[in-house]
């Protein structure tokens, strides 16, 4: 008898055929296999291994262990373009206290730092390991882990090592201040030529979700034609000596305005009762302070943002605005902006490298003037 349904004849085929297939069947290698649930392919569209028309097999594992600050961990983003250039069908493993900044569409694995995912790293093998932090507990796993490679700090004799000589350069900036202050190379280069790369200027990646820029819909509206400037007030509580006073700001936020832009302040929970006061004093407009997937979605409705050495800049830099930055206590070859900002920096020069206390009375970031940095934000846009 001819079959009526031949649809329900081809699924009944589908079910038998994965009833049938054994453990010698499975693409243990393919970039989609999850290892204990049905993968994407076969959520998806039913795939099974033996006809998987999706199949990939991983040509690279890659382990990127870049722990924090969160900064930091956006600023190494470039490493995952590269090596998604090298090698198309590698497999990233990122471990990290920040997993929040991490595009989970672009980072195969994004693990946050706990005694699970320390655990499952140090039972895996990979092609390539990195660990570009040099504290002891990184550089601790990076020695644990078995790879055919291995690049960055790594733990010998109870202290830091090399894993490879390439390493040699950026730890002695980190260990020596008068290295570290003849060092002319930016981060992205450095950590480029430790892992034996060249930078050629691959993007920042981020945890970007467009959607949530709709929430912020009404701040468009309120801007109208204007284009929009960001002035991030806050730093961080580790180097209080980046900070510029309440007074400056409000009055560069004045001073913006009267060149046309529609200015906002931003920041974070810290910063949040200053900007009040000085949304209240100068009638400039403060959204409030949000998670930092909202903050992410409201800055990237900002044409130009202003701010002092801080995560925002790299958040700025991975949504590709134009910037301008305020400099004093780090060394300003670090920074790179792919060409899109400005460094203003105490034109009496800083005492104080990377240092947590001003030695001056008169703290040289007040020598930094409002004025000036209205005509950094008028040459950068």
């Not at 998604?84 to 069908?89: D, E, S």
């Not at 699970?116 to 092609?127: A, E, G, L, P």
């Not at 008068?178 to 945890?207: A, G, W």
């Not at 000596?241 to 305005?257: D, I, P, Q, V």
Request: aromatic share 10%; hydrophobic share 40%; charged share 25%.
């Amino acid at each position: 008898m001819p079959d009526r349904n031949p649809c329900l004849a081809l699924l009944f085929q589908k079910h038998i055929q994965a009833i049938m297939m054994n453990i010698e069947d499975l693409k243990f290698n393919c970039k989609y296999f999850k290892g204990y649930i049905p993968c994407l392919p076969n959520k998806q569209k039913g795939e099974i291994c033996d006809t998987c028309r999706s199949y990939i097999p991983v040509d690279k594992r890659i382990l990127i262990i870049k722990l924090g600050a969160t900064g930091d961990v956006i600023r190494t983003t470039p490493l995952v373009v590269k090596y998604k250039t090298l090698y198309p069908n590698c497999h990233i493993t990122w471990l990290t206290h920040s997993p929040a900044v991490l595009p989970p569409d672009k980072i195969d694995e994004i693990l946050k730092y706990d005694f699970t995912s320390v655990f499952n790293i140090r039972h895996n093998t990979y092609d390539i390991a990195i660990n570009l932090d040099k504290e002891q507990e990184a550089c601790l796993l990076l020695k644990e882990v078995e790879a055919c490679e291995k690049y960055g700090y790594t733990w010998e004799d109870n202290h830091i090592a090399l894993a490879t000589p390439a390493a040699e350069a950026k730890l002695m900036t980190g260990l020596f201040d008068q290295v570290s202050r003849e060092n002319k190379k930016h981060y992205l280069e450095e950590i480029f030529e430790i892992c034996h790369l060249t930078f050629n200027d691959e993007p920042y990646l981020l945890n970007y979700d467009p959607e949530l820029v709709h929430r912020f819909d009404y701040i468009r509206e309120l801007a109208g034609t204007k284009k929009i400037v960001g002035l991030n007030t806050g730093c961080g509580a580790r180097w209080k000596t980046r900070l510029w006073t309440k007074a400056n700001w409000m009055e560069l936020s004045r001073l913006l305005e009267k060149q046309g832009y529609f200015v906002m302040f931003i920041g974070g929970e810290a910063e949040d009762a200053l900007n009040q006061e000085m949304a209240q004093e100068t009638k400039i407009f403060y959204p409030g302070h949000f998670s930092l997937e909202e903050f992410i979605a409201l800055s990237s409705l900002c044409t130009i943002v202003v701010t002092q050495v801080s995560m925002m800049m790299h958040i700025a830099t991975a949504l590709e605005k134009k910037l301008v930055l305020i400099n004093n206590i780090f060394n300003s070859h670090e920074f790179y902006m792919y060409h899109r900002g400005i460094i203003i920096e105490p034109p009496s020069g800083c005492d104080c490298y990377y240092g947590i206390t001003c030695k001056r009375a008169h703290r040289c970031m007040e020598d930094i003037t409002p004025e000036m940095l209205a005509e950094a934000v008028r040459k950068v846009d």
